[in-house]
Antibody, heavy 119, light 107 residues
Framework: EVQLVESGGGLVQPGGSLRLSCAVS????????MSWVRQAPGKGLEWVAC????????YYVDSVKGRFTISRDNAKSSLYLQMNSLRAEDTAVYYC????????????WGQGTMVTVSS | DIQMTQSPSSLSASVGDRVTITCRAS??????LNWYQQKPGKAPKLLIY???SLQSGVPSRFSGSGSGTDFTLTISSLQPEDFATYYC?????????FGQGTTVDTK
């Protein structure tokens, strides 16, 4: 079964750090671009970052550039998001998502992990 | 960045109704336009990719059309399980951007 399972969310103070993980199973992880997408409470979807199959290309939404780092470990079939200098506006459910081959769309999503930035 | 604007933001409909949601891009995205369905507390689900291709396992009552800057998602006969929020998303350039969402609720 194709599956993405996020972990690492929680409550963190403003200015703090958190590392999210996404464990992948059921497909060859190293063949796919991967992304993080977030959703603030009661709000819409916002793409955050993506990473190429071999990790050689990474892209970020402007609001997280310099604070967040996306990475992957193909040997462990895992995706990561290191989040530093967290702000209240980073509070959201964070989803990892696979960009389907030939689809140019997010065809598989995890269940999400909640990040709350509050004092 | 490409801005995506959906209309309406919400609509009320009945089972069996034909429902149409539109999405407009601030610049040409060719056919790199996708549609997702999201139910409360759940992850989004891909319905349509590259404007009109139906994702595997998605009922044929869902269809998409358009190219360039104007796109449409149509549900031909609304079913009880279709009450949800729908998002368009462009995959023409990075950053990938989503519309603000259209909530379909019961009339």
């Amino acid at each position: 079964e194709v599956q993405l399972v996020e972990s690492g969310g929680g409550l963190v103070q403003p200015g703090g750090s958190l590392r999210l993980s996404c464990a992948v199973s059921g497909f060859t992880f190293s063949n796919y671009w991967m992304s993080w997408v977030r959703q603030a409470p009661g709000k819409g979807l916002e793409w955050v970052a993506c990473i190429k199959q071999d990790g050689s290309e990474k892209y970020y939404v402007d609001s997280v550039k310099g604070r967040f780092t996306i990475s992957r470990d193909n040997a462990k079939s895992s995706l990561y998001l290191q989040m530093n200098s967290l702000r209240a506006e980073d509070t959201a459910v964070y989803y990892c998502a696979r960009e389907g081959q030939w689809l140019d769309a997010f065809d598989i999503w995890g269940q999400g992990t909640m990040v709350t930035v509050s004092s | 960045d490409i801005q995506m604007t959906q209309s309406p933001s919400s609509l009320s409909a009945s089972v069996g109704d034909r429902v149409t949601i539109t999405c407009r891009a601030s610049q040409n995205v060719n056919r790199y336009l996708n549609w997702y369905q999201q139910k409360p507390g759940k992850a989004p689900k891909l319905l349509i990719y590259t404007a009109s291709s139906l994702q595997s396992g998605v009922p044929s009552r869902f269809s998409g059309s358009g190219s360039g800057t104007d796109f449409t998602l149509t549900i031909s006969s609304l079913q009880p399980e279709d009450f949800a929020t729908y998002y368009c998303q462009q995959s023409s350039i990075t950053p990938r951007t989503f519309g603000q969402g259209t909530t379909v609720d019961t009339k």
